[in-house]
Protein backbone atom coordinates (compact mmCIF):
# COMPACT_ATOMS: atom_id res chain seq x y z
CA UNK A 1 0.00 0.00 0.00
CA UNK A 2 1.04 3.62 -0.76
CA UNK A 3 -0.17 6.41 1.46
CA UNK A 4 0.11 9.95 -0.16
CA UNK A 5 -0.07 12.97 1.75
CA UNK A 6 -0.26 16.52 1.71
CA UNK A 7 0.66 19.87 3.45
CA UNK A 8 0.94 23.39 3.72
CA UNK A 9 -2.84 24.31 2.94
CA UNK A 10 -4.28 27.13 5.42
CA UNK A 11 -5.64 29.98 5.29
CA UNK A 12 -4.19 33.01 3.18
CA UNK A 13 -4.74 36.62 1.86
CA UNK A 14 -5.41 37.01 -1.53
CA UNK A 15 -2.02 37.94 -3.22
CA UNK A 16 0.31 35.78 -1.07
CA UNK A 17 2.14 32.72 -2.30
CA UNK A 18 1.60 29.39 -0.63
CA UNK A 19 3.81 26.07 -0.87
CA UNK A 20 2.47 23.02 -0.89
CA UNK A 21 3.75 19.31 -0.24
CA UNK A 22 3.47 16.01 -1.51
CA UNK A 23 5.28 12.68 0.04
CA UNK A 24 4.43 9.08 -0.17
CA UNK A 25 4.91 6.37 2.65
CA UNK A 26 4.65 2.68 2.75
CA UNK A 27 5.64 0.63 -0.32
CA UNK A 28 6.88 3.17 -2.34
CA UNK A 29 7.80 7.07 -2.65
CA UNK A 30 7.96 9.29 -5.35
CA UNK A 31 11.01 9.54 -6.31
CA UNK A 32 11.18 8.28 -9.57
CA UNK A 33 7.21 8.61 -10.02
CA UNK A 34 5.14 10.58 -12.09
CA UNK A 35 3.24 13.41 -9.34
CA UNK A 36 0.25 15.56 -9.99
CA UNK A 37 -2.00 17.76 -8.12
CA UNK A 38 -5.80 18.31 -8.93
CA UNK A 39 -8.13 20.86 -7.06
CA UNK A 40 -11.83 20.78 -6.24
CA UNK A 41 -13.40 23.74 -5.54
CA UNK A 42 -16.70 24.02 -3.68
CA UNK A 43 -19.78 23.00 -5.40
CA UNK A 44 -17.54 21.92 -8.68
CA UNK A 45 -15.69 19.05 -9.77
CA UNK A 46 -12.35 18.02 -9.43
CA UNK A 47 -9.38 19.83 -12.00
CA UNK A 48 -6.56 19.25 -12.75
CA UNK A 49 -3.84 21.83 -11.77
CA UNK A 50 0.01 20.68 -12.75
CA UNK A 51 2.27 17.34 -13.02
CA UNK A 52 5.76 15.86 -12.75
CA UNK A 53 7.13 13.33 -15.00
CA UNK A 54 9.38 10.91 -13.47
CA UNK A 55 12.14 13.19 -14.86
CA UNK A 56 11.76 16.62 -14.92
CA UNK A 57 8.66 17.39 -17.52
CA UNK A 58 5.91 19.41 -15.87
CA UNK A 59 2.44 20.15 -17.40
CA UNK A 60 0.47 22.65 -15.95
CA UNK A 61 -3.50 23.84 -16.79
CA UNK A 62 -3.80 26.50 -18.90
CA UNK A 63 -5.66 28.38 -15.75
CA UNK A 64 -2.57 28.38 -13.29
CA UNK A 65 0.03 28.64 -15.95
CA UNK A 66 2.71 31.77 -14.87
CA UNK A 67 1.44 31.61 -11.25
CA UNK A 68 1.97 27.93 -10.08
CA UNK A 69 5.08 25.48 -10.37
CA UNK A 70 5.77 22.36 -9.28
CA UNK A 71 8.95 20.89 -8.81
CA UNK A 72 10.62 18.13 -6.40
CA UNK A 73 13.72 18.36 -3.74
CA UNK A 74 16.73 17.39 -3.49
CA UNK A 75 15.85 13.66 -2.64
CA UNK A 76 12.87 13.33 -5.32
CA UNK A 77 10.27 12.35 -2.37
CA UNK A 78 8.75 15.12 -1.73
CA UNK A 79 6.88 17.25 -4.36
CA UNK A 80 6.30 20.69 -4.04
CA UNK A 81 3.00 23.06 -5.58
CA UNK A 82 3.93 26.57 -5.54
CA UNK A 83 1.32 28.91 -6.12
CA UNK A 84 1.75 32.87 -6.12
CA UNK A 85 -0.69 36.20 -6.26
CA UNK A 86 -3.32 33.67 -4.91
CA UNK A 87 -6.80 34.32 -5.81
CA UNK A 88 -10.27 33.94 -4.26
CA UNK A 89 -10.78 31.22 -6.92
CA UNK A 90 -7.95 29.14 -5.73
CA UNK A 91 -9.97 28.24 -2.82
CA UNK A 92 -10.00 24.64 -2.92
CA UNK A 93 -8.73 20.91 -1.67
CA UNK A 94 -5.92 19.96 -3.41
CA UNK A 95 -4.98 16.35 -3.82
CA UNK A 96 -2.33 15.05 -4.44
CA UNK A 97 -1.86 11.72 -6.91
CA UNK A 98 0.46 9.11 -7.98
CA UNK A 99 0.74 5.96 -9.69
CA UNK A 100 1.91 2.77 -8.28
CA UNK A 101 1.94 -0.75 -9.86
CA UNK A 102 -0.52 0.10 -12.01
CA UNK A 103 -2.93 2.01 -9.60
CA UNK A 104 -3.34 5.71 -8.79
CA UNK A 105 -3.32 7.00 -5.34
CA UNK A 106 -4.60 10.06 -4.31
CA UNK A 107 -3.81 11.85 -0.65
CA UNK A 108 -6.88 12.58 1.18
CA UNK A 109 -6.17 16.67 0.41
CA UNK A 110 -4.95 20.36 1.94
CA UNK A 111 -7.72 22.88 2.24
CA UNK A 112 -6.50 26.33 0.77
CA UNK A 113 -8.66 29.46 1.65
CA UNK A 114 -8.24 32.56 0.08
CA UNK A 115 -9.39 35.32 1.86
CA UNK A 116 -10.06 39.01 0.90
Known amino acids: QVEVVESGGGLVQAGDSLRLSCTASGSANLRDRTVGWYRQAPGKQREFVAA???????RYDDSVKGRVTISRDDTRTVVYLQIERLALEDTAIYYCYTFFSGATYWGQGTQVTVSS
Open 52 to 58: ISSGTNT
